[in-house]
């Protein structure tokens, strides 16, 4: 095996307490893990640590290293774990290379202690944060059932206080998929949050009633639906799109922009291919992805065989090609390809119209936003080209929008309708 089939850049998902949480979120897919490791105390040892980022810096062959932390709850680690693996990310890292960290946690067990250590290192932190206090608590509870919300809000303010960067990652489900622009205003006006990360729920049933594997074709009832998927996205876009683009971030919109200009995208769900975003379990289990931390997927253990060897390995890059191979005709021939690339395989359990397997169960959704979207990412994927800036986008679509209303207001019942549908204005926005 040599390590002339390995990316030249890989991602890897650290989780050093593997599933272990202090939450228990209805529709977490993470907890079940803890089946997959009976009778492990689920924490990383120092020399797992060592091994994981020795290794991983070594394997980037490009001038950037990114150390990321994700769980279950990586804090409950405890501050002593992140000091050591910085210090060891300091010691390994050749001359020339950038290191950064990244952590995604709840913020249940962030204080002042965290915040300096996060600051001071330059953490990029994810907060997971589902809306309002009504929205959020629906899943986000705690081993006793309570209501999460406060905390979390408490380790946004905390974070803002000690100048800590960090984002919002929101999981849309069906509690508030209903309510998008409750859910985008809360983050901007109420939070004060510029990058948001909108995460859509699907959980697939197993046959035992599980959720463990990437298996089955019903979903619970917390899945978000595929119309409502598109809604929402849809609903933020617009919002977004008239007020703040250039001051909002917003990941799939971000994709999108890249999608349409050409440049490649940052959102592995959207990439054409699979494979360079690695997870790897607290006893040094390194698998395909983080959504794929199930045995046909574990490429082996790093304390056994090198990290660089497990990330050349047949087994990988089909996992990563089959993404693009495996998509059905109908996705191969929609007008949207380049910009969704059939989203990620583990929602691809759907047949489409002729038989065929593999439909992603949310196309509908990403139809429905792609195709409204798109206009409007043309002409700023133009502005781009031109070396424009981004949010000229804002002006053209109030002109636009300015336009219309005065087209709307001199429409007769009969009239075409002055969206261009192609229907009578009665039978469309005149309704
Ligand atoms: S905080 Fe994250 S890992 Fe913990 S239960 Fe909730 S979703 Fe799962
Ligand atoms: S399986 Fe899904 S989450 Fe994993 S790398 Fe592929 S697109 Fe990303
Ligand atoms: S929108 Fe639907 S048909 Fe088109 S690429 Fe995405 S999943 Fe496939």
Known sequence: M????????FHVLAKPTGAACNLACAYCYFLEKERLYPGSDFRMSEEILEAFIGQYIRAQRVPEAVISWQGGEPTLMGLDFFRRSVEIAQEKA??????SHTLQTNG???????????CEHGFLVGLSVDGPRELHDVYRRDKGGGGTFERAER??????RHGVDFNVLCAVSAANAVHPLEVYRFFRDGLGVEWIQFIPIVERVNRDGSTLLQQGDTVTGRSVDPAQWGDFLIAVFDEWVRRDVGKMFVNYFEAAAASWTGAGTAMCITDETCG?????EHNGDLYACDHFVEPDYLLGNIMETPMFELVSSDVLRRFGEDKRDSLPLCCRECEVLFACRGECP???????????EGLNYLCRGYKAFFTHAGPVMRVMAD???KGRYADEIMDIVKARDDALRDAFAGAG??????CGSGRKYKHCHGK
């Open 2 to 9: 040599s390590e002339r089939g390995a990316p030249p850049a």
């Open 413 to 418: 019942r009969n009239d075409p309708c002055p």
């Open 155 to 160: 380790a946004a303010r905390l974070m803002q």
């Open 346 to 356: 583990k929602n691809r359990f759907l047949r489409t119209p002729g038989g065929e």
């Open 108 to 118: 249940m067990l962030l204080d002042d202690a965290w915040c300096e250590f996060l």
């Open 276 to 280: 360079r975003a690695l997870a790897l």
């Open 383 to 385: 502005l781009l080209r």
């Open 94 to 99: 050749p001359r020339g290379m950038r290191v």
